[in-house]
Nanobody, 125 residues
Framework: QLQLVESGGGLVQPGGSLRLSCVAS????????IGWFRQAPGKEREGVSC????????HYADSVKGRFTISRDNAKNTFYLQMNSLKVDDTGVYYC??????????????????WGKGTPVTVSS
């Protein structure tokens, strides 16, 4: 069964950090472009960060540049989103995904093949 499972979400104060993980099962991440997306209450889902299969090509939303870092460990069939200096506006449900084309995925939610079910992140004092 093809599956993506996120973990690592939770409640954190502004300025804090969280590390999200996404474990893939039923397929290998070796040849997949990967991405993290989020959906804030009352808003559409947006691309946060995406990485190509080589690991060298990345895309970040302007709102998270310099604060978030995407990474992958193909040996563990897992990828991550390190989130630092969190802000209240970062609150939302975070989804991991795999697909083809990091620009298409992150900018237009296009080319995504599989989605995780999401993990909630709440940034609040």
């Amino acid at each position: 069964q093809l599956q993506l499972v996120e973990s690592g979400g939770g409640l954190v104060q502004p300025g804090g950090s969280l590390r999200l993980s996404c474990v893939a099962s039923g397929f290998t991440l070796d040849n997949a472009d990967i991405g993290w997306f989020r959906q804030a209450p009352g808003k559409e889902r947006e691309g946060v960060s995406c990485m190509d299969q080589s690991g060298y090509g990345t895309h970040y939303a302007d709102s998270v540049k310099g604060r978030f870092t995407i990474s992958r460990d193909n040996a563990k069939n897992t990828f991550y989103l390190q989130m630092n200096s969190l802000k209240v506006d970062d609150t939302g449900v975070y989804y991991c995904a795999v697909g083809v084309g990091i620009q298409a995925m992150c900018l237009w939610n296009y080319g995504v093949h599989y989605w995780g079910k999401g993990t909630p992140v709440t940034v609040s004092s």
